[in-house]
């Protein structure tokens, strides 16, 4: 996002709106207050612009040229990757699973949230988490989520360099974990999350097993993580678009 000095007429009225904090005011070669964008901190989430408070009209979204376009990609939910046609962060999310079948019996569906309003995150970041997990060994990073598709290396979870400078609201690395591991993969994410420097948070499910058992649960909790009361549970009502192997 930027702002055209020329129509700004130093309101304030769009600095409450940033979800990054990234608009500041600075004085114009008139001496006049003006709004400024700080384009490394700005994610291009369109916040600001949607919110139609600027009375000059003064805020506009420049054409996104790659590598900077994966920021609108991820953070602006108007916009739609071009690999998955999903809006946001760009993936199904496991929770769907009944239906695309990605994680099957004896996997858990694991996921690291990176980045909030406030904080974002950027790819550095990111490139550590996934470094950190794919050296676990046993980790198979979701291929239907665009994250993955940024990966220059999938076995090592280094990222694209081109993208190493971005930074975005809101990311999910997604992956497939065999339940063995499931504490193994949690120990991880602990240790290198003191190195980040915005936060991080876990998704954990894997299917209902008989006795209406969920392992998943049972091996975060023997890991130090108790699952929040707000969990989902997904009953299954979707037409499944692969063919159940049952256990
Ligand atoms: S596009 Fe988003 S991050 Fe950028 S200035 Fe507007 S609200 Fe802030
Ligand atoms: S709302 Fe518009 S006119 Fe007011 S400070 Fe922001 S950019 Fe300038």
């Given at each position: 996002m930027k702002?055209?000095?020329?129509?700004?007429?130093?309101?304030?009225?769009c600095?409450?709106y940033c979800t990054m904090?990234a608009?500041?005011?600075?004085?114009?070669?008139?001496?006049?207050?003006?709004?400024?964008v700080?384009?490394?901190?700005c994610v291009d989430c369109g916040v600001c612009f949607r919110a139609e408070v600027c009375?000059?009209e003064?805020l506009y979204e420049p054409k996104p040229e790659w590598?900077r376009s994966v920021r609108s990609t991820f953070s602006n939910p108007l916009v739609e990757h071009k690999e998955t046609r999903i809006p946001g962060r760009g993936t199904e999310e496991?929770?769907?699973?009944?239906?695309?079948?990605?994680?099957?019996?004896?996997?858990?569906?694991?996921?690291?949230?990176?980045g909030r309003p406030?904080?974002g995150?950027?790819?550095?970041?990111?490139?550590?988490?996934?470094?950190?997990?794919?050296?676990?060994?046993?980790?198979?990073?979701?291929?239907?989520?665009p994250l993955?598709?940024?990966?220059?290396?999938?076995?090592?979870?280094?990222?694209?360099?081109?993208?190493?400078?971005e930074k975005v609201l809101s990311a999910i690395?997604?992956?497939?974990?065999?339940?063995?591991?499931?504490?193994?993969?949690?120990?991880?994410?602990?240790?290198?999350?003191?190195?980040?420097?915005?936060?991080?948070?876990?998704?954990?499910?894997?299917?209902?097993?008989?006795?209406?058992?969920?392992?998943?649960?049972?091996?975060?909790?023997?890991?130090?993580?108790?699952?929040?009361?707000?969990?989902?549970?997904?009953?299954?009502?979707?037409?499944?678009?692969?063919?159940?192997?049952?256990?």
């Amino acid at each position: 996002m930027k702002v055209d000095e020329s129509k700004c007429l130093g309101c304030g009225r769009c600095r409450a709106y940033c979800t990054m904090g990234a608009i500041s005011f600075t004085r114009d070669a008139r001496g006049r207050v003006c709004a400024q964008v700080d384009q490394h901190e700005c994610v291009d989430c369109g916040v600001c612009f949607r919110a139609e408070v600027c009375p000059g009209e003064a805020l506009y979204e420049p054409k996104p040229e790659w590598p900077r376009s994966v920021r609108s990609t991820f953070s602006n939910p108007l916009v739609e990757h071009k690999e998955t046609r999903i809006p946001g962060r760009g993936t199904e999310e496991m929770k769907t699973n009944d239906v695309t079948g990605r994680f099957k019996w004896g996997e858990a569906g694991m996921a690291v949230e990176m980045g909030r309003p406030g904080t974002g995150a950027r790819f550095t970041d990111i490139e550590k988490v996934a470094m950190a997990l794919s050296s676990l060994g046993d980790i198979h990073f979701e291929p239907k989520n665009p994250l993955t598709g940024l990966m220059a290396d999938k076995n090592t979870g280094k990222m694209n360099p081109e993208v190493m400078d971005e930074k975005v609201l809101s990311a999910i690395i997604e992956m497939t974990v065999p339940l063995d591991r499931v504490q193994d993969v949690i120990g991880a994410v602990r240790k290198v999350a003191q190195e980040l420097s915005t936060v991080c948070s876990f998704d954990l499910t894997c299917k209902v097993h008989p006795g209406d058992t969920v392992p998943a649960f049972d091996l975060a909790r023997k890991a130090g993580v108790s699952p929040t009361i707000n969990g989902k549970t997904n009953v299954g009502l979707g037409k499944p678009f692969f063919e159940e192997v049952k256990q």
